[in-house]
């Protein structure tokens, strides 16, 4: 979907949810968040910095780039439009998540445009437009 790496794509939006809490990220919050040693961080941070995705320098905070930030703002909104979707067909919260989480890496860019502008029409539409009650009905008949 971006060119980087899929496996270096969630700690671009790591390090963009934590900047955006607090300024900045550090390899010790990011490796608490991921799951990971430090050492996998850094050498993460360095991946990253090489591609331009962020500013990192050793023992210091990490910042994403323009181009990071961007990238990192897009994969955000992949996501909360999966996780949107997923939610309307009637998927439980979790599901929605964790599947959004997984989904937003390996689709294809023009799959997420067109579903994006799917959520942003039935978004204008309003929750009480006459075929998005009976869907929803539908589906919560089949349970």
Do not use: Q
């Given at each position: 979907m971006t060119g980087l790496s899929k496996s270096l794509e969630p700690y671009l939006e790591t390090i963009y949810e934590l900047q955006m809490q607090s300024g900045s990220a550090s390899v010790t919050d990011i490796a608490k968040i991921r799951g990971v040693r430090s050492p996998s961080v850094t050498y993460v941070l360095q991946k990253l910095s090489e591609a331009g995705f962020v500013h990192y320098e050793p023992y210091k905070s990490v910042v994403l780039s323009r181009k990071g930030l961007k990238l990192a703002e897009k994969l955000e909104k992949a996501h909360e439009t999966l996780r949107w979707f997923f939610r309307l067909i009637g998927i439980d919260s979790q599901i929605?998540?964790?599947?959004?989480?997984?989904?937003?890496?390996?689709?294809?860019?023009?799959?997420?445009?067109?579903?994006?502008?799917?959520?942003?029409?039935?978004?204008?539409a309003g929750d009480e437009a006459p075929w998005i009650r009976e869907f929803q009905a539908a589906i919560s008949d089949s349970k």
């Open positions: 929605a998540e964790a599947d959004a989480c997984e989904i937003e890496h390996i689709a294809h860019p023009e799959t997420i445009e067109k579903l994006t502008r799917f959520a942003d029409y039935v978004k204008s």
